[in-house]
Each structure stands twice: as C-alpha cells, then as structure tokens.
C-alpha cells in the first residue's frame, strides 16, 4: 500500500475475522483471483486469520493481491502467551496489520495506548498499519461523535511524526454499522472522515492530513459501495462479512 503525494489510490481491504481454515482461505482465492485479474484502479488486501496467513500469502505472490496480519503484538519476542510478534509476521512476508478494530476494543480490551504501541512497532519494521476508529451508536446519539474519534487518534498517533505516519492508513468504522447489516450513509461517513483528516492535520500535519488514506468500513456490501466510494474523502473500505465470498468481495472491488 503505497501513498501517493498528489492523488490517494483507493484501497478495499477484506477482513475475515475468525473464519476460514487455510484450505477455505485458499478455495476463496482460487476463485477470486481470476475475478480481479488485472485490476488497478483500487488496491486489493485481505486479512486472513493467523494460521491462514502464511498460505494466504504464498498463494498471492506476484498477484494484485496484497495480505496482512489482523492484530500484532508491538515486541518482537517474549513471554506473551497467544500473541505475534511484528518480526514473526515479516518472516513470512507479512507487511500488512490491522490494528485497533472495534472487535478487538470490545471483546479483549484493546486501548488506544496499546494501538499506539503497536502503531510504532509497525512503523519500526516497515509495516504498513490499518489502524481503525469509530464510535458506539450511544456516542454518536449523544452528540460525542467528533470527540471520541479525536481521542482515539490523538491516543494512537500519539508521538508518531509525519514523516513516520507516511503509510498509514485510517479506517472508519462506527461500531454501530459493523455486522449489523445499517450500513452509514455516505453522508453520515463523509463526515467523520473529515473529522478524522482534520485530526490528523492536527496531530501531524495537513499535508500527512491530504495524503493519508481513510477508509469506511461498517456493512459495506456490493449494493452500497459505489455511493460510499463518490464521497470526496472515502478513500476505500473495510469489508468484514461481505469479503467472505468471493464473487461478493470482486463485485465490491468492481464497484461502478
Ligand atoms: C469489519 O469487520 O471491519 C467490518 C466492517 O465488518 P462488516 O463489513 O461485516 O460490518
């Protein structure tokens, strides 16, 4: 996933949270590659389970296709029963991870702290970080939308420079709309995307703000992508259960 100064090349990354052994994560892509062949207009990266990832990769090379890890640890060794290291995921070939999502913040306690410390890691080994923000529907129906995303990025771009944050990429995903079929509007989205590019220009700077690619994850499926993606600011998307099948997730990557 690389930035471009003058334009911001659309990305749509697949999450397949826990599903697929390696032979399913395979399958899929047996069946999907020769459905994106070819395709340039938008980067293309999923993010397979742990013990799919090495496969999912091997399969990959020399395709269109990128692939990462969905979480990591931000130490490259220790006592750290369950966890993965960033050194581990770059000896295997792995320079994505997903960092910060709401599953993650909600069932294990993830803190915006430990994104942060993450987020260094990642930049320290030259790993490209999709880190995610959104808030809860009580946040948004009490009027704190624009604070509590301010907060989650302050907290995970905390001392990270411009120049460091080169390849990051941000994804917006209201809590709300994740799995639960009420995707945002465009509108709804285009908005907190702004928000969340005025924070970065505060955090960092406005050019890091211009550059830095936001994606809008939450419910996105084939039939709702293309009014999201004539958003000024939605840069791609995040796509958690749509991305499961293939032909679904090229007809998402193929949006008009
Ligand atoms: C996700 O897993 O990041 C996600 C957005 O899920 P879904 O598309 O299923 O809402």
């Not at 369950?82 to 993650?104: A, D």
């Not at 924070?199 to 406005?206: D, K, N, R, Y």
Request: glycine fraction near 8%.
């Amino acid at each position: 996933m690389e930035n471009s100064s003058s334009m911001r090349k659309p990305i749509i990354v697949g999450n397949w949270k826990m599903y697929k052994t390696p032979k399913e994560s395979l399958a899929f892509l047996d069946a999907f590659l020769p459905l994106v062949a070819g395709h340039e207009r938008d980067e293309i990266a999923l993010f397979p389970t742990i013990s799919s990832l090495g496969y999912v990769l091997d399969a990959l090379a020399g395709s269109n296709v990128r692939a990462g890890a969905q979480n990591m640890h931000w130490l490259d060794e220790g006592p750290y029963t369950g966890e993965t290291s960033p050194t581990m995921l770059m000896s295997i070939g792995c320079k994505h991870v997903l960092l910060g999502h709401s599953e993650q913040r909600l069932y294990f306690n993830e803190s915006y702290d430990r994104v942060n410390l993450k987020l260094k890691a990642a930049i320290n080994h030259g790993i490209t970080p999709v880190v995610c923000v959104g808030e809860l529907l009580a946040e948004r129906q009490d009027g704190k939308t624009e604070e509590v995303l301010r907060d989650q990025l302050r907290t995970a771009m905390n001392n990270i420079t411009a120049s460091e944050a080169a390849h990051l990429v941000i994804a917006y995903e209201p809590i709300w709309a994740i799995g639960t079929g009420s995707t945002a509007t465009p509108e709804i989205a285009a908005e907190a995307h702004a928000i969340i590019r005025h924070q970065l220009a505060e955090c960092c700077t406005p050019t890091l703000a211009e550059n830095t690619r936001i994606l809008y994850g939450g419910s996105v499926k084939p039939e709702n992508i293309s009014s999201l993606m004539q958003q000024d600011g939605i840069d791609g998307a995040l796509v958690g259960g749509a991305s499961l099948a293939a032909a679904n997730f090229a007809a998402i990557v193929k949006y008009a």
